[in-house]
């Protein structure tokens, strides 16, 4: 049986309380070291994959289903899967947080890489297509293919977070077909107050720890008549409090799964429709 609204409503509630009161303690620097490392981890592994072998994660699939997933991309769908990085065949422990990583893909028919890239390093109005995820975006510095990007970003799922976060993101351009695209997290602050005369920041890593980091690892290949966008996103969160696993669980995991289909769903309609 499933628990009903006002259950999971209630118990909501208590994780928003028990996070508003977490002390900057909890973002421990043990934390940060294992999320660092994971992403080492990771990255070793895109590496190696852009050097060698399939371009995009779909290709590495068995052929039945990479079959069947190039047709539901086609159709319009967004698939999407959930990854894990393990070091020597085992998971990296993350004390006091819990580390999310999915990787999903969307086709975009009739785009190109050019105007891909151009689209999505318009960082001054992405605010307009990736509403109301995204509240504010705003282009902070540009060296080349190197950006320094402001997003005001908002979360919700019966409880909603405001935050201002910080990114650098570079671009590289591998061939007149492909391109891949790096984004880091600099700077989350959690809002407090958003909207009213007295909105302010909460201190980093004083706060619910509703998303402590946020890296994201893009890939486009032009084929096939427009360019299929590849999103792999790995972020870092408080963990859950004990007791609550069970219910909660599955439920505060499904964000970051939801926020990747709305990203790749907003990026494919808002292309399409130039």
Known sequence: MFPNHRSIALLLAVIAASGTAVSAEEFRPETTAAFDHYVSLSEQRMSQEENSGPFLWIDR????????????????????????????????PVPHGLIHHWIGTAFIPGATLARTLAFLQDYDHQYNFYAPDVQGSKLVQRDGDHFKVFLRLQKKKIITVILNTDYDVTYTVLGPDRAISDSRSTRIAEVENPGKVDESEKPVGNDSGFLWRLNSYWRFLQKDGGVYVELEAISLTRDIPTGLNWLVGPFVTSIPQESLVFTLTRTRDAIAGK
């Open 61 to 92: 699939l068995p052929q039945a289903q990479r079959d069947a997933d190039y047709k539901r991309l086609k159709a319009g769908e967004v698939i999407t899967e959930r990854l894990q990085t393990l070091d020597h065949g085992i998971p990296v």
